[in-house]
């Protein structure tokens, strides 16, 4: 059975599976959904179509589902989806869809958004990223498996952060940010290869090498982006991620940010 203060607001629409907290003066109101074990505190707000999955944890002031900070939002239902596990600390905000993107703002399982981190409308969250204090999305933005994005760093609206990729603290994300790489800077530029990061999450010293050999040629051998690419998937294109790598520079619409050394 749900516990609920009784001086927190749910509305008549809200559904609260087994084992839900919601703390003192939290206000819930609209087509929401909270799964079982999630933990909600005190004075958040949680409004509109907001689905959030188990066991998660959802401290003091986080402000979820509230209308998108667009100029041309025009009401219409969009939502946020939140996976199991996830972790949002104290006065994050999370802001629902629009009809100019995918009309819900997504972020996927095992997340975590530390204090005053802000992911605007539109934006995907993938499975076990990191978003430091202060960190902000820009509308359609996304940040990919295990990334992790340091405190006061921001996101260009429709760029993307790749997976298991580190961007370092007070950064601004304007251009693409590949796969398993580090960034850095006030336009942010790449410094190598995300090794300590993706050693932490087990990738092999084979694995690593051949990343490292990838990120010279692509960003420090002077060769064109195709022709890069190509060299590169002559000689690994075994590795699963080389692939992803060459995917994700194949597929950016922005740009891909350039090595620092070479910037």
Not at 155 to 160: D, G
């Given at each position: 059975?749900?516990?609920?203060?009784?001086?927190?607001?749910?509305?008549?629409?809200?559904?609260?599976?087994?084992?839900?907290?919601?703390?003192?003066?939290?206000?819930?109101?609209?087509?929401?959904?909270?799964?079982?074990?999630?933990?909600?505190?005190?004075?958040?707000?949680?409004?509109?179509?907001?689905?959030?999955?188990?066991?998660?944890?959802?401290?003091?002031?986080?402000?979820?589902?509230?209308?998108?900070?667009?100029?041309?939002?025009?009401?219409?239902?969009?939502?946020?989806?939140?996976?199991?596990?996830?972790?949002?600390?104290?006065?994050?905000?999370?802001?629902?869809?629009?009809?100019?993107?995918?009309?819900?703002?997504?972020?996927?399982?095992?997340?975590?958004?530390?204090?005053?981190?802000?992911?605007?409308?539109?934006?995907?969250?993938?499975?076990?990223?990191?978003?430091?204090?202060?960190?902000t999305l820009g509308g359609h933005s996304e940040v990919g498996e295990y990334a992790f994005l340091g405190g006061l760093s921001a996101v260009h609206?429709?760029?993307?952060?790749?997976?298991?990729?580190?961007?370092?603290?007070?950064?601004?994300?304007?251009?693409?940010?590949?796969?398993?790489?580090?960034?850095?800077?006030?336009?942010?530029?790449?410094?190598?290869?995300?090794?300590?990061?993706?050693?932490?999450?087990?990738?092999?010293?084979?694995?690593?090498?051949?990343?490292?050999?990838?990120?010279?040629?692509?960003?420090?051998?002077?060769?064109?982006?195709?022709?890069?690419?190509?060299?590169?998937?002559?000689?690994?294109?075994?590795?699963?991620?080389?692939?992803?790598?060459?995917?994700?520079?194949?597929?950016?619409?922005?740009?891909?940010?350039?090595?620092?050394?070479?910037?």
């Amino acid at each position: 059975m749900a516990r609920v203060h009784p001086t927190a607001l749910v509305g008549p629409e809200v559904e609260l599976d087994e084992d839900v907290e919601i703390g003192p003066y939290t206000v819930i109101e609209g087509r929401v959904r909270i799964g079982a074990g999630t933990r909600v505190g005190a004075r958040v707000s949680i409004r509109g179509r907001v689905s959030i999955g188990q066991n998660c944890k959802i401290y003091d002031g986080a402000v979820i589902g509230e209308e998108p900070q667009h100029l041309k939002y025009a009401g219409e239902e969009s939502e946020v989806l939140i996976g199991d596990r996830v972790v949002i600390r104290e006065y994050a905000t999370v802001h629902r869809g629009t009809a100019l993107g995918k009309m819900k703002t997504v972020i996927e399982e095992d997340v975590m958004l530390m204090a005053y981190a802000h992911v605007a409308h539109d934006c995907v969250v993938k499975k076990g990223a990191i978003l430091a204090n202060c960190a902000t999305l820009g509308g359609h933005s996304e940040v990919g498996e295990y990334a992790f994005l340091g405190g006061l760093s921001a996101v260009h609206q429709w760029a993307r952060v790749g997976a298991y990729s580190m961007v370092g603290g007070l950064s601004g994300v304007s251009l693409d940010i590949p796969p398993y790489t580090r960034a850095a800077g006030h336009h942010a530029h790449l410094y190598g290869i995300n090794t300590v990061g993706l050693e932490r999450r087990g990738f092999s010293k084979e694995v690593l090498n051949v990343l490292k050999k990838a990120y010279r040629l692509l960003f420090r051998s002077g060769l064109l982006k195709e022709e890069a690419i190509k060299v590169l998937l002559e000689e690994y294109g075994c590795y699963r991620e080389v692939v992803t790598l060459t995917e994700f520079i194949r597929s950016s619409k922005r740009g891909v940010s350039r090595d620092a050394g070479r910037a």
